[in-house]
């Protein structure tokens, strides 16, 4: 008897966290890892962030495999031009997408020569110290790099391989009510709204990202566990996202 209950009393307690877990993961925030460079230089690959899912109100896609029980959003917040977030892919309304809003809704895009102009004005940016990435070797490929001023005043970086790449000129479009248009901070090097993702609808936000719990260097094989250690990056941990 003693035994049944100590059994039940330990599902109880497995149950709670999974709930708990849950509506932790729903509605509050929710742990992200970066898989690809497109985010450079402010997210690392091997990043790990966490996504406020309360920021921007709540659809479809802020539950687990995007459980259709409503339409739109509800509590709605709109998003500011410069903020890092976390969207559904809107071909797929599936996969994990992270980029920064750089259009809202009416706005008028285009780039000339990898310059990026909002509704008719040219986005300011400073070139700064190159930024250098080094594979497992020690090899190193460097980036132009620059702090964009967008046009409330946000600044950011964004590196450039140059200014004659592909993704460097569009012609001007307008953004759709209830959408946005997104970048990824590595300009020449992201699958953004200008190549296969388009518009993302403001009910494919999941939340914004906000802060770094753990960084780590995934070049290294991960059956040398004695090299973990020295590959974590200890001066991004809890670093903000800007």
Request: net charge neutral.
């Amino acid at each position: 008897m003693e035994k049944d209950e100590g059994l039940w009393e330990t599902v109880k307690t497995v149950l709670a966290a999974i709930v708990i877990a849950v509506v932790i993961r729903t509605f509050l925030f929710e742990p992200f890892k970066i898989p690809s460079g497109s985010m450079y230089p402010t997210l690392y690959v091997g990043d790990y962030l966490f996504v406020s899912k309360y920021t921007y109100g709540y659809s479809k896609h802020s539950f687990p495999f995007s459980i259709p029980l409503f339409n739109g959003r509800i509590w709605e917040d709109k998003p500011e031009r410069g903020d890092v977030v976390v969207f559904k892919f809107p071909q797929d309304n599936r996969t994990d997408f992270i980029k920064r809003i750089i259009g809202l809704p009416g706005d008028k895009l285009k780039l000339e020569q990898g310059r990026l102009y909002i509704n008719g004005k040219q986005v300011a940016r400073d070139e700064i110290e190159d930024f250098v990435l080094r594979d497992k070797r020690g090899n190193a490929e460097r980036f132009h790099q620059y702090v964009e001023t967008l046009p409330e005043g946000y600044k950011h970086k964004i590196i450039e391989v140059s200014d004659f790449e592909t993704v460097d000129y569009m012609p001007e479009i307008e953004i759709p009510q209830n959408s946005y248009f997104v970048m990824g901070d590595n300009r020449d090097h992201s699958d953004d709204s200008r190549v296969n993702v388009g518009f993302v609808p403001a009910e494919n936000l999941v939340g914004k990202a906000r802060f770094l719990f753990f960084s780590h260097n995934d070049e290294d094989a991960w059956y040398k566990p004695w090299t973990w250690p020295k590959k974590i990056r200890w001066n991004r941990l809890f670093n903000k996202i800007k």
